[in-house]
């Protein structure tokens, strides 16, 4: 599949390395600062959900296992919540990786999947699907931050989206790996991203529908999210403890 540049990639680096250059006492923004800024809203927003499949979570070890699945269904619930927000289904079920996340039920009907054979989900599909969602912004998050999440978030950035990462349902099996997949995905100018800053900023203000219903997630996951309950769906039975 060619790759596509449609950004200027050489001046979004030099942007990333020197900083913003002052132009008549104003300082100019880079590509990634703008993406940082960017407030992201139900009109101008995608869902990606990468391999959540309970085949693979018995490797995973820098988002503690019981949290990962708070997290991982309070990134649901948001997109049950804001409905008009298309979603994107990355991951196979087979015996291999598992069924997918018992979770994932609550937007299977209303999500499309692209099945794929390469780690990139950014497949000639889904660059058809993007385009004719037209909305800029692209938030993803999945199994594992260092490879398919990190993968396809390359290829949307080098495709001209602007890319927001949810890292705490995004793990992976040790922290170096973490860190390097980390620093790249934010040297190539995505932004990260966990579950809460992505609900607040779709919801804009509590005093609206989507607030009203957005809050008994907040509610049910926040406090979870950081102590959780463990749940081992793992074919093998020593997935998350």
């Known amino acids: 599949m060619t790759k596509t540049l449609l950004h200027p990639l050489p001046l979004l680096l030099t942007g990333l390395l020197l900083g913003p250059l002052p132009v008549g006492g104003q300082a100019t923004t880079t590509a990634a600062t703008q993406a940082a800024l960017e407030d992201l809203t139900p009109a101008n927003t995608v869902l990606i959900y990468v391999d959540f499949n309970t085949g693979l979570d018995n490797v995973l070890t820098t988002v503690p296992g019981p949290q990962f699945r708070q997290n991982v269904g309070a990134y649901v619930d948001i997109g049950t919540v804001f409905g008009d927000v298309p979603i994107a289904l990355l991951g196979e079920e087979n015996e291999f990786y598992g069924p997918f996340f018992p979770e994932l ?21 889904m660059a058809t699907w993007l385009a004719e969602a037209r909305r800029p912004n692209v938030v993803i998050g999945g199994i594992s931050i260092d490879n398919c999440t990190l993968h396809t978030s390359l290829d949307l950035l080098r495709n001209g989206y602007r890319v927001y990462v949810l890292t705490d349902v995004s793990p992976t099996n040790n922290p170096k790996a973490y ?17 809460v800053t992505l609900a607040t900023d779709l919801v804009g203000d509590w005093d609206s529908p989507a607030g009203r219903r957005l809050m008994p997630a907040m509610a049910q996951y926040l406090a979870a ?8 769906t793992t074919p093998d039975g020593h997935g998350i403890r």
């Open 225 to 232: 999210s950081t102590v959780g309950t463990p749940i081992d």
């Open 105 to 125: 039920d609550r937007i299977r009907d209303r999500a499309r999947h692209f099945h794929r054979t390469a780690p990139s989900g950014y497949t000639p599909e």
């Open 179 to 195: 860190e390097a997949a980390f620093t790249r995905l934010v040297q190539a100018g995505a932004v990260p991203l966990t579950w």
